[in-house]
């Protein structure tokens, strides 16, 4: 059951990933309810238990809200485990002067596309049923002791459907203008840079959640060269003979006869015998 889990939770995050942008490291927002249950069942750390939840190779660093914090506070002693480590958190900026309510917080940060790419974690059915109306949200929760990831909505999956669909009937100068916004966003980016630190350039799939298609990565495959193991090596060239080589002999000049010794056999030598 594990294997089977674990398999459906990557095969979201792949969907996630490649239709929606999301890239390592993770970003993961909670809320009270979250944090509460963690501490309650013992689901520690929980960067831990949520980098084998998403199959992730780091840990994903985890965000929540000054209206989250407030909200905890607010509950008094029967939160005051969950208050103090929310507060140990990162905190996302929210646009808020008075503290708001916790969900309404949530769903201001994620607005209406979820810019920044982040999970969100709640044990809230409300605030979860709100968030699968928005697209590129993934919702994380627990039971008990397990962490689970919600399945894209009906919502989401049309959504990335339509997105897919629109690009690929995209026209060349649509196409060049998202290009060009996507390098002068990049090159922003690498000036505003300070002290030599590395950022993470705009991918592919990031300008496709802008609306950018991809380009074809396959290389042509061009004709190589016979197998060298193959082919038999070159004869060299009979040299020519002497004889053509030779300069012809001046007109005057005679040639030279031949002259062969006859070898007399044992017979003729007795015949000469006897004559003598």
């Known amino acids: 059951m594990r294997v089977k889990r674990r398999s459906k939770h990557r095969k979201v995050v792949k969907f996630y990933a490649t239709c929606f942008g999301f890239r390592e490291p993770y970003k993961v927002l909670v809320d009270g309810t979250f944090v509460h249950h ?81 999970f969100v974690a709640t044990q809230d059915a409300d605030l979860r049923a709100k968030l699968r109306e928005v697209p590129g949200v993934p919702v994380i929760y627990g039971l008990k002791s397990s962490l689970f990831i919600e399945q894209p909505s009906v919502q989401q999956r049309k959504f990335a459907q339509l997105d897919e669909e629109k690009r690929l009937h995209m026209g060349k100068s649509e196409y060049q203008k998202q290009l060009n916004v996507a390098s002068e966003e990049k090159t922003a980016a690498s000036e505003n840079a300070s002290d030599g630190k590395n950022k993470r350039s705009i991918s592919s799939l990031v300008e496709n959640a802008l609306g950018v298609a991809e380009k074809s990565k396959f290389k042509r495959k061009r004709p190589k060269g016979p197998n060298p193991l193959s082919c038999k090596k070159k004869k060299p060239k009979p040299q020519l003979r002497a004889s053509r080589n030779q300069v012809p002999k001046a007109e005057g000049e005679a040639k030279r006869k031949r002259v062969r010794k006859r070898e007399r056999s044992h017979k003729d030598n007795k015949q000469i015998e006897t004559v003598s």
């Open 38 to 118: 963690l501490l309650q069942h013992r689901l520690l750390p929980a960067d831990d238990a949520l980098q084998a939840l998403l199959s992730a190779s780091r840990n994903p660093p985890l965000f929540t809200s000054k209206c989250v914090v407030a909200e905890l506070r607010r509950l008094g002693k029967s939160h005051a485990d969950a208050f103090d480590a929310a507060s140990l958190l990162a905190t996302a900026r929210c646009e808020h002067d008075k503290v708001v309510n916790a969900v309404d917080c949530i769903l201001s940060l994620i607005g209406e596309k979820n810019p920044e790419h982040f």
